[in-house]
C-alpha cells in the first residue's frame, strides 16, 4: 500500500513567521514530489514541485527533499493570512516515472496564519 | 496554463440514481484524470480518461460504478452509478499542461440523499 503521510493540524502560525509544512511517503521509488494549496471549497493548486534531493526555492516558498528518508517539507517564510490553506502533499509512484499521471495524495496539513 | 469548467458544480441526487459530471478543457491535453474527495479526506485517483479507448481504472475503482467518456482532447465526463450516500463528495477532473503542471477543475460537489 502506497502511501503519503502529513499532519493534519492545524499548524497555526503568527504572522511573519516561517511555517513547516513536513510530509513521508512509502514508494522508495518515487522521483517527483508536489505541493498544492487548496483553499476552502476552491480546487487544489500547485506551488512547488521537485524532483532532486536538497532545497528548491521559490519566493517565500522553498521546498526540500531528502530521498534517503523518504521525506519532503514546505517552508514559508514571511507567512501571511492568505497563506492560510490546507497543503497537500503529493507523491508520484516510481512506475510513472517524472510523469505527473498517478499522483498519491496526503490527507493535508491545514495552516492558520494568524494576523 | 488551463482553464476547466465543470458541470454541474453541485447537485443533490436520490439513492439509487446516475449523476453524469462534465469536465471541458479549454485547450487540447493529452492526460486527463478524475479525482475524488470525501468530506475532510485527500484526493484519491479515480482513472485516467483516455482519449478514443476505455479508462484506466485505479484499485477499487470499476467502470461500471465509474463509465467514463472521452471522446476527444478537450471534453470528458464521469458518471457515477448506482448512488449510495457514501458516494457524496467532491469529484473534481484534472489535466496535465507541460512538463510538470497538474491542473484541477472547480470540482462537482455530490450529496445523495
Known amino acids: 500500500q502506497k502511501e503519503v503521510e502529513q499532519n493534519s493540524g492545524p499548524l497555526s502560525v503568527p504572522e511573519g513567521a516561517i511555517a513547516s509544512l513536513n510530509c513521508t511517503y512509502s514508494d522508495r521509488g518515487s522521483q517527483s514530489f508536489f505541493w498544492y494549496r487548496q483553499y476552502s471549497g476552491k480546487s487544489p493548486e500547485l506551488i512547488m514541485s521537485?524532483?532532486?534531493?536538497g532545497d528548491k526555492e521559490d519566493g517565500r516558498f522553498t521546498a526540500q527533499l531528502n530521498k534517503a528518508s523518504q521525506y519532503v517539507s514546505l517552508l514559508i517564510r514571511d507567512s501571511q493570512p492568505s497563506d492560510s490553506a490546507t497543503y497537500l502533499c503529493?507523491?508520484?509512484?516510481?512506475?510513472?516515472?517524472?510523469?505527473?499521471?498517478?499522483?498519491?495524495f496526503g490527507k493535508g496539513t491545514k495552516l492558520s496564519v494568524k494576523p | 496554463s488551463a482553464v476547466i469548467s465543470q458541470k454541474p458544480s453541485r447537485d443533490i441526487c436520490q439513492r439509487g440514481t446516475s449523476l453524469t459530471i462534465q469536465c471541458q478543457v479549454d485547450?487540447?491535453?493529452?492526460?486527463m484524470f478524475w479525482y475524488r474527495q470525501q468530506p475532510g479526506q485527500s484526493l484519491t485517483l479515480i482513472a485516467t480518461?483516455?482519449?478514443?479507448?476505455?479508462?484506466?481504472?485505479e484499485s477499487g475503482f470499476v467502470i461500471d460504478k465509474f463509465p467514463i467518456s472521452r471522446p476527444n482532447l478537450t471534453f470528458s465526463t464521469l458518471t457515477v452509478s448506482n448512488l449510495s450516500p457514501e458516494d457524496s463528495s467532491i469529484y473534481l477532473c484534472?489535466?496535465?499542461?507541460?512538463?510538470?503542471?497538474?491542473?484541477f477543475g472547480p470540482g462537482t460537489r455530490l450529496l445523495v440523499l
Open positions: 503529493a507523491v508520484n509512484l516510481a512506475n510513472y516515472g517524472g510523469s505527473q499521471g498517478n499522483l498519491i
Open positions: 521537485i524532483y532532486s534531493n
Open positions: 480518461a483516455n482519449q478514443g479507448s476505455e479508462a484506466t481504472y
Open positions: 485547450s487540447q491535453v493529452t492526460m
Open positions: 484534472s489535466v496535465v499542461k507541460g512538463e510538470e503542471t497538474q491542473y
